[in-house]
């Protein structure tokens, strides 16, 4: 079936650790995206890529990095990871052109607690 | 920068019957989409409708359908027949129209909808 997929489901990790979330999608979307959803404040923007081989900063980019070596693959890394980046990280794509262009399509989500 | 604004952070509705979600925006844009999206307790976010500031037209799907008022920049979700499986958190989204660069999603709040039996 078609779509994104993330992983791991949800992972606890302790505070200064490192940590890479990974994403996969099957869709050829151009676009790739990484939100975190925290409680009372939607989803916030992380970093997201039009193409592979370029990312860009969202909303609230501090603390995690991204790369995009291919079409398919978006992973987030957190490099020292620390107790506010607790929460639910989700992954999206679209694609630039189409019937639907611009639509956000996401994956399952991963569950991240930093003690 | 662009805002979204729901001010109802919980609803309930009776099985069968008809409920409405609001959701205001604020944006100097004259080109957008407008997104509603559902996230149940699976946790999964599903694209419910989507509307172009550009249409007139109100979008509809199935049961869903949006009042769009590009002047008011109200963008309200309307679900008729509400079904048990349409208890969720509703999210509405703002994204500028884009064109060759990427689009970014501004969420609001969320709204929880809850369909009783």
């Known amino acids: 079936i078609a779509g994104i997929t993330q992983a791991p489901t949800s992972q606890i990790l302790a505070a200064g650790r490192r940590m890479t979330l990974r994403c996969t999608q099957d869709?050829?979307?151009?676009?790739m995206y990484w939100y975190r959803q925290d409680l009372g404040l939607g989803l916030r923007l992380i970093h997201y890529?039009?193409?592979?081989?370029?990312?860009g900063k969202g909303e609230v980019p501090d603390g995690y990095s991204v790369s995009r070596a291919n079409t398919d693959d978006f992973p987030l890394t957190l490099a020292s990871a620390v107790p506010s980046q607790t929460s639910v990280y989700f992954c999206a794509s679209s694609q630039l052109a189409g019937p639907a262009p611009d639509t956000q399509y996401f994956g399952p989500g991963t569950r991240l607690t930093v003690l | 920068a662009q805002t979204v604004t729901q001010s109802q952070p919980e609803m309930s509705v009776q099985e069968a019957e008809t409920v409405t979600l609001s959701c205001t925006y604020d944006t100097s844009e004259n080109n957008y989409y407008l997104f509603w999206y559902k996230q149940p307790p699976s946790r999964q976010m599903i694209l419910v409708i989507r509307?172009?500031?550009?249409?007139?037209q109100n979008a509809t799907e199935n049961r869903f359908s949006v009042n769009f008022q590009k002047a008011a920049k109200s963008f309200s979700l309307k679900i008729s027949d509400s079904q048990l499986g349409d208890t969720a958190m509703y999210f509405c989204?703002?994204?500028?129209?884009?064109?060759?660069?990427?689009?970014?999603?501004?969420f609001g709040q969320g709204t929880i909808l809850t369909v009783h039996p």
């Open positions: 890529s039009n193409t592979a081989g370029t990312t």
């Open positions: 509307q172009e500031a550009y249409k007139q």
């Open positions: 869709m050829r979307h151009n676009a």
């Open positions: 989204a703002f994204m500028k129209h884009a064109g060759t660069s990427y689009g970014k999603l501004t």
